[in-house]
């Protein structure tokens, strides 16, 4: 047997090289040049810069395995002390976000959605059928006043809307911590903790490794524009041209739908929404910025008036990030709440995101390295009536014998979630 995998991001790469240990013969075609997808991690004027995802939350999942596995642990560095001070924009000023200042201080939360707050063990479990937005489910255990904390907590994530996204589809373990719980309050206090790590070299240490141990090498350049059933009832992979790029017995998509090879005739991809995200990275000299950068960074809820959805303090969180005496931030905009904003042209954003940052950070010179990367589809927004996609999914593998879908419109957006999908999914296909 042998399959064709379509795109070299995690996901596709994860399920090759799982099915390559089983003995079975994988091919991964890539349109671009490099391997990684959305991970991607460059040398710039002596700074590092991920293009794409800067950490990963690492548990005691998949992914940690498959990072001990690939030899890469030694590679693996986790946030600096120094970064475990989160910040929240309230009111246009910085503010520390810990349960104290949370319960205690009226910097973050009004006396009465505190009060409000600590009834949550009270409420009542909802119903298990009933999907519900973000917004529906913080309103109706936290009460209404923590929204912009969770359109927050949204914006670092998903760049996404609270009042469309599923919480049964976009956080099943928060849905998932009620159920079993009865309360988030009691389930947070087991849940296992998460730091956030990267690679000393990058990010892309990990697409690069899992490349490099598939016994056949990705084929880049290689846009796979139509699939097609052969009279054998295999798989035809076709150019732009229309020309026969390769015949396998099974096919694997992990290429965003929007990019994703037209399907026989008769058959179309379910629609999804993508969030645009436009990712800037500022450096500075040390000294011309008078914040201490104590922390990961700051998330900020859409009631603010702000260009940003949130900056990562990137060279507080790990070494090696920045040359000496200068800090690197990484800057966050658009999503589905100012999408206008990914798209304005490179100068007007990086003055308008480094104007904000001057009054946020106190700043006195001007950045003297700013990279800029846009994502016109960066993250899929498992939005309410997501089941449905994932259904439409699901017919199609039923409909098309040999085709199957992976990535993070399927499994979940973060990056261990992208990796144990397509793990999961690769360990689950028959090959006989
Ligand atoms: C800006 C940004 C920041 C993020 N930050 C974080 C973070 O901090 N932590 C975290 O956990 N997650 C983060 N994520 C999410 C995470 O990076 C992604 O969800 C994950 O990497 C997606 O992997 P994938 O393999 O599903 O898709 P992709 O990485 O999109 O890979 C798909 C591949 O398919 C290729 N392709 C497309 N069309 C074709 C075609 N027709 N033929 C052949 N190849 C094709 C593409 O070139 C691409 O290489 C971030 C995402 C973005 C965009």
């Known amino acids: 047997m042998n399959i064709g995998i379509l795109g070299a991001g995690l996901a596709g790469l994860s399920a090759a090289y799982e099915l390559a240990k089983r003995g079975v013969t994988v091919q991964v075609y890539e349109r671009s040049h490099h391997v990684g997808g959305n991970v991607r991690t460059r040398q710039v004027q002596g700074y590092l810069v991920e293009e794409g995802p800067a950490t990963i939350a690492l548990g005691e999942g998949t992914l940690k395995a498959l990072i001990e596995e690939l030899g890469l642990t030694e590679a693996l560095i986790g946030q600096q002390p120094a970064a475990y001070k989160r910040y929240l924009l309230r ?5 520390s976000v810990s349960p104290r200042n949370l319960l205690f201080s009226g910097k973050i939360l009004p006396l009465a959605a505190r009060w ?5 063990p009270w409420v009542r479990t909802s119903p298990l059928a009933e999907e519900e937005s973000l917004a529906h489910f913080v309103s109706r255990r936290l009460g209404p006043g923590c929204l912009p904390l969770a359109d927050a907590f949204v914006s670092g994530i998903y760049a996404g809307d609270i009042h469309r996204l599923s919480v049964q589809q976009a956080f099943p373990r928060l849905a998932e911590m009620e159920q079993r719980h009865g309360s988030l309050f009691k389930a947070v206090r087991k849940l296992p903790r998460r730091q956030p790590h990267s690679f000393a070299a990058g990010m892309q240490t990990l697409p690069v490794r899992l490349a490099a141990q598939l016994p056949l090498p990705v084929r880049l350049d290689t846009p796979v524009a139509a699939l097609d059933h052969t ?4 798989w035809q992979l076709l150019d732009t041209d229309g020309r026969e790029i390769a015949v396998h017995d099974h096919v694997l998509v992990t290429t965003p739908l929007h990019s994703a090879p037209r399907l026989p005739l008769g058959h179309v991809y379910p629609k999804v929404t993508y969030a645009p995200v436009t990712l800037l990275a500022l450096g500075y000299t040390r000294e011309a910025v008078r914040h201490p950068l104590d922390g990961f960074g700051f998330l900020v809820p859409g009631d603010e008036a702000s260009g940003l959805l949130g900056v990562q303090f990137i060279s507080s969180i790990f070494p090696g ?3 000496q005496s200068k800090v690197l931030l990484g800057c966050f905009v658009g999503g589905s709440r100012q999408p206008e904003l990914a798209a304005l042209p490179e100068t007007e954003l990086v003055s308008c995101i480094h104007r904000e ?3 946020l950070l106190g700043i006195s010179a001007l950045p003297e390295l700013a990279h800029l990367v846009r994502y016109p589809a960066a993250i ?3 939005n309410l009536g997501y089941v449905q996609v994932q259904g439409a999914l699901d017919t199609l593998e039923r409909q098309l014998p040999g ?4 990535g993070n419109y399927r499994h979940g957006v973060s990056v261990p979630d992208t990796v144990a999908g397509a793990i999961h999914w690769a360990r689950g296909l028959q090959v006989s």
């Not at 009111?91 to 503010?95: A, N, P, V």
């Not at 085709?403 to 992976?406: E, G, K, P, V, W």
């Open 357 to 359: 940052l001057s009054g």
């Open 380 to 382: 899929p927004q498992y």
């Open 231 to 234: 009279a054998a009832g295999q």
């Open 321 to 323: 990030r920045a040359p």
């Open 116 to 120: 409000r707050l600590l009834h949550e």
């Open 91 to 95: 009111k246009g000023r910085l503010r």
């Open 403 to 406: 085709l199957h879908f992976a």
